[in-house]
């Protein structure tokens, strides 16, 4: 599938290969619903000051195979609500896109 053209603000780059999305908001916190708690913890363990410096519009860029393995929605939920930010990965699973579709 081929992803249109992002404009905008590289807020963080995934650089490891088969990332697991889970990382985003920690695994211990993969069964919070409440989006203002997840948007909280995600990006913590990456960079506690994130959630003060993304702005609307930012990017988030992932390696090769990009949430591979499982559709978890909160770590999307949680950078959804916390940033607005647009997410790009270079190969996303089926799996991954199927999720991110019926997040809309």
């Known amino acids: 599938m081929r992803l249109k053209n992002l404009r905008g603000r590289v807020a963080f780059i995934f650089t490891e290969t088969d990332f697991d999305v889970d990382q985003i908001i920690g695994v211990k916190n993969i069964k919070l ?19 003060a410096a993304v702005k609307p519009g930012d990017l988030l860029v992932g390696a090769e195979n990009f949430g591979y393995g499982h559709p978890h929605y ?4 949680a950078m959804r609500h916390q940033s607005k930010t647009q997410r790009r990965a270079d190969d996303v699973t089926d799996k991954r896109q199927r999720s991110r579709q019926r997040q809309r």
């Open 33 to 51: 619903q409440d989006v203002n708690e997840l948007a909280k913890v995600a990006m913590q363990s990456y960079d506690p000051d994130f959630a």
């Open 74 to 77: 909160p770590p999307m939920r």
